[in-house]
Structure formats: structure tokens, C-alpha cells
């Protein structure tokens, strides 16, 4: 059974530094693109970034780019999510996802990622 368990979500004043890690069961790390989505109140979930099974080359969603980085260990199966100069509006849950297809996480194909973790609150004070 594939488990993904998000942790390291919480509350962090404007400004500050958070990381998130996904650790990944029941399936060959090695061969998934790794992801991570947010969703905001009221909104629809969107792409964080994602990062392919050799850990090169991430993908970052355009308005994130230079704030959040993410980087994969494959000694632990985890991906994390480092997010810095948080705003308000990374006020969010936080959720990671699994496929063998990058496309596919970048919602390219119009198919739904394989795997999906259960989400991590990030509330982000003013």
C-alpha cells in the first residue's frame, strides 16, 4: 500500500522559513517524479513544484520560483519542501504527490496524479 505522510506544517510569522518533508512507502522511490500542491481557503489546489525521480532538474511553479526549493533524499524516500520569505498568502494545505509521469504532475496529460498524500496546514501570520 503507497503512503505518503506529510509533516513539518505550522504556524510561521511573514517572512520566516518552513520545511516540509513527505516521506513515501510501498513504492519504488527511485522511479517517481516527487510533487508538492497547495490549497488555500476557497481556491482550487495548485502546483507547487515538482522533482524528477533522479533529483535533478526541479520545477517550480513561476510565482514560487526563488522563494521555495525542493530536494529529494532517496537514503530516507522523502522529498521536502523548503519554503522561505514565507507571505500571508502561502497560507495553505500543503500536499505531496507521486507519479511516473513529471507531465502528469504538472497537469499536462489532464490525468490525476497516481498518489497523494493527506496535506499539512502552513498558516503564515502577518
Known amino acids: 500500500q503507497v503512503q505518503l505522510v506529510e509533516s513539518g506544517g505550522g504556524l510561521v510569522p511573514a517572512g520566516g522559513s518552513l520545511r516540509l518533508s513527505c516521506a513515501a512507502s510501498g513504492l519504488t522511490f527511485s522511479s517517481y517524479t516527487m510533487a508538492w500542491f497547495r490549497q488555500a481557503p476557497g481556491k482550487e489546489r495548485e502546483f507547487v513544484g515538482s522533482?524528477?525521480?533522479?533529483?535533478?532538474?526541479?520545477y517550480y511553479a513561476n510565482s514560487l520560483k526563488g522563494r521555495f526549493t525542493i530536494f529529494r533524499d532517496s537514503a530516507r524516500n522523502t522529498v521536502h519542501l523548503q519554503m522561505n520569505s514565507l507571505k500571508p498568502e502561502d497560507t495553505a494545505v500543503y500536499y505531496c504527490?507521486?507519479?511516473?509521469?513529471?507531465?502528469?504532475?504538472?497537469?499536462?496529460?489532464?490525468?490525476?496524479?497516481?498518489?497523494w498524500g493527506q496535506g499539512t496546514q502552513v498558516t503564515v501570520s502577518s
Open positions: 522533482i524528477r525521480a533522479s533529483g535533478e532538474l526541479p
Open positions: 504527490a507521486a507519479d511516473l509521469s513529471a507531465m502528469t504532475l504538472r497537469g499536462i496529460t489532464g490525468q490525476k496524479p497516481a498518489y
